[in-house]
Nanobody, 121 residues
Framework: QVQVVESGGGLVQPGGSLRVACAAS????????MGWYRQAPGKQRELVAT???????KYADSVKGRFTLSRDNAKNTVYLQMNSLKPEDTAVYYC???????????????WGQGTQVTVSS
């Protein structure tokens, strides 16, 4: 069974920093890409950042220059370093991963449960 779990959310003041992590575990053959989405109250889920197996990153315009996505391949983990946080960054942050499971040998998208990030003074 493949699982994706987020951690590291919390409360931070505007201008502050926070790092959230996403770890994939289970019977994994390969991970093609991992990324973060977020959903603010009353709004649709939106893309924040993605990273491919080759290390290519993409960011939403709203977070460029402030957020950085990195990987620890040995731990099947990605980290989203969030700097210069703004109140509008407040949302539940969801991790997603494109994974080929050993059991299915089929590329599927997996989602974590989400972690709350609140930016407020």
């Amino acid at each position: 069974q493949v699982q994706v779990v987020e951690s590291g959310g919390g409360l931070v003041q505007p201008g502050g920093s926070l790092r959230v992590a996403c770890a994939a575990s289970g019977s994994i053959a390969s991970i093609y890409a991992m990324g973060w989405y977020r959903q603010a109250p009353g709004k649709q889920r939106e893309l924040v950042a993605t990273i491919t197996e080759g290390g290519n990153t993409k960011y939403a315009d709203s977070v460029k220059g402030r957020f950085t996505l990195s990987r620890d391949n040995a731990k099947n983990t990605v980290y989203l370093q969030m700097n210069s946080l703004k109140p509008e960054d407040t949302a539940v942050y969801y991790c997603t991963a494109e994974i080929v499971a050993l059991t299915t040998k089929l590329l599927s998208n997996y989602w974590g449960q989400g972690t709350q990030v609140t930016v407020s003074s």
